[in-house]
């Protein structure tokens, strides 16, 4: 990641000084809080913790508020904070089966065990402006309750995709004995060629406008299948650690996540029949579009393993893992900004040589 350089100490500081200044606004106007940002611009909170890799609403709020907004800037300071934090253990997977549910769809089954919950989502409003919250008071607030649960809800709701399964329909893919523990990209550097685990981490850390072209193109320029929502899960679900002196799990708290899972046509190979395959994406908070790019991205990049021509660049590991970091790629750009007086000068003179050559020649 490329960082500031030092210039002169005078300018600098006045930099800082306009720049704490254009954070601001208008002193006339009442400021911004880090708990109204946490509350009421909760989906820009949880792409900064999502991308920033640190589940801390609160955090991601500050970063918001420090960065005036600029969702890449916080996701940096975020990230540079975490790097200061002492790691004390490691969760165990977390059983999204067990979710408590504040939203779930799917688009491949109308009637699902447990039912379809639609919870919050714009999916169902109209894209026009709504001036009533511009009104000293904020505007409208929603006035229906919030439905209750079946009583005869499971505590375990059980996945769309399970019905597929009970026709063997769809692939599985059993943790063989002996897995190793995946690689921690926080940690160790990315390298090719990098197995599905490694290739989760990466996107789920990326950036959600990149992934999002990436998977658009998998559906329009490049596009190999159509594919289908088999679910799309958001809610709490329990965050639970074995301390070795324990031998048992216990839980330290929730965490709310969005879970999809798509499923993809497969037209089979030489040792796999005609199936479903699956693409996965979960993000933490309220996420939906992160989730679902990410899962069309991470089946594109199985067509490898699945045997499939690689012939798009979703499909090229080295392609979206190199790319799809928002911090790298803002950083390389906004280097541009920094002084290359010296490299602009010798290329300055070397097009004066190549023009007064060619002028020498024309007139001969």
């Known amino acids: 990641m490329y ?10 500081l006045h930099s800082l000084r306009l720049l704490a200044e254009q954070r601001r606004g208008d002193p006339a106007t009442p400021e911004l809080s880090v708990q109204q940002i946490r509350e009421q611009l909760k989906l820009a909170v949880d792409r900064v913790m999502t991308e920033g890799s640190v589940y801390d609403p609160e955090l991601a709020a500050l970063a918001i508020k420090q960065a005036s907004g600029d969702l890449v800037e916080a996701i940096f300071l975020l990230r540079a904070y975490r790097a200061t934090l002492p790691r004390l253990g490691t969760s165990v997977p977390l059983d999204t089966a067990r979710m408590q549910l504040d939203r779930r769809i799917s688009a491949t089954f109308k009637d699902l065990p447990g039912g379809q919950v639609l919870g ?34 499971p505590a375990v709701t059980p996945r769309v995709v399970d019905l597929l399964n ?37 996107l789920a850390r990326g ?67 005609p199936q479903f395959t699956r693409g996965y994406g979960l993000a933490f908070g309220h996420s939906e579009r992160k989730a679902m790019a990410m899962s069309l991205v991470d089946r594109a990049l199985r067509a490898d393993e699945l045997g499939e021509a690689v012939e798009s660049p979703a499909q090229m590991q080295e392609f979206v893992l190199s790319h799809s970091d928002s911090l790298e790629a803002s950083g390389f750009v906004q280097h541009l900004k920094l002084p290359h007086y010296v490299d602009f000068q010798s290329e300055l003179e070397l097009v004066r040589r190549m023009r007064s050559a060619s002028a020498r020649g024309d007139d001969e």
């Open 120 to 153: 919050p989502t714009y999916d169902y409003t109209q894209r026009l402006l709504d001036f009533t919250l511009l009104a000293s008071g904020g505007g409208a607030t929603g006035q229906a309750a919030p439905a209750a649960a079946p009583a005869d809800t």
């Open 166 to 202: 009970h026709e063997s329909l769809i692939e599985t893919r059993p943790v063989p004995p002996g897995d190793p523990a995946p690689v921690d990209l926080t940690r160790e550097p990315l390298r090719f060629p990098a197995d599905r685990a490694t290739r989760l981490q990466n």
């Open 3 to 12: 960082v500031a350089v030092k210039g002169g100490e005078a300018a600098i």
């Open 207 to 273: 950036d959600e406008g990149f992934l999002l072209a990436m998977a658009y193109s998998t559906q329009r320029g490049y596009s190999h299948s159509h594919p289908f929502v088999g679910e799309i899960r958001f809610g709490s679900v329990a965050l639970e650690i074995e301390p070795e002196e324990l031998g048992f799990a216990i839980s330290i708290g929730d965490m709310e996540i969005t879970e999809c899972e798509m499923v993809n046509q497969f037209a089979g190979s030489k040792t796999e029949p």
